[in-house]
């Protein structure tokens, strides 16, 4: 990937000088972190580093030591083709897309020395595999799978994605995207409680206990949706959380919830409780 992405580094000039990489957890120069395979010798050959607690890999160096793959670049993105998978990884953005699927990288994706560097654990979801980080020897394990993760059209359900995109975009067009993803995180967690109906829609036009989404009683629900609102949507239904338990959000700390529930955490203009 270095040699591919030089010629895109003229373009980015501004946005790597803005890149920087904690000299407290790992630099690019310190050494790469020592991945094993199902369990082979732990090798070194995969630019990586750790910033924030995040395993960081070369996206070229992780997809040809998972196999066959050509991987190309096209300023801001790099893409592997690889058998049954394709993958796309934007520097800046906080998601991989991989056949279609939004894959949440909220630490996002750099671009550093001319490699785009994408967190370990998406791009190993991206291939059916998963990743274990062995403290004793600092050392991260993948343990390969079926080699590509399901397709978007095998996965996400149409009428779930647009129920869900809606709401976010109802209740959160304005925040960013770890907003938008949580407020669809407290529609799916409600969904998985036993005080709630079990059906996305059901949730959002639930008023058992008086209305619950406001939107979906004003008629904004119905209202086209930001790409952004349909991606985090996607997201949350991919497993990506920023919001936790959380049951309830408010845009305002004085609601009943803030006496009678957990408070999680605040997000932009939204605060949330379990």
Known sequence: MKKTLVSGLL???VLTS?????????TPGAG?????????????????FIQDDTT?????????AMGPAVVTWSAPTAT??????????TVGEQYIVANGRYLYAPSGCLLVEGSVMVPIRALAKAYDATVTWIPTTKTVLVTTGSGAIA???AYYNDNVVYWLSRIINAEARGECLEGKIAVA??????????????SIREVIFDRAHGVQFTPAH????????????????????????????????????????????PFERVIGNHYFFA
């Open 11 to 13: 373009v980015m000039t």
């Open 18 to 26: 803005a890149i920087t990489v904690s000299a407290a957890t790992g």
């Open 32 to 48: 790469n972190v020592p991945i094993s395979f199902d369990g082979s010798a732990p090798t070194e050959s995969i630019y990586s």
């Open 56 to 64: 960081y890999v070369s996206i070229r160096d992780f997809a040809e």
């Open 80 to 89: 592997v083709m690889a058998p049954n998978l394709t993958i796309t990884a």
């Open 151 to 153: 397709p978007a059209s």
């Open 185 to 198: 995180n407290v529609v799916l967690n409600r969904v998985n409680s036993p005080g709630f109906p079990d």
């Open 218 to 261: 004003t008629g904004a629900i119905y209202n086209t949706p930001s790409e952004e609102c349909v991606i985090a949507a996607k997201i949350a239904l991919d497993g990506g959380n920023t919001a936790g338990r959380s049951l309830y959000f408010a845009n305002t700390r004085k609601c009943w919830a803030a006496k009678a529930r």
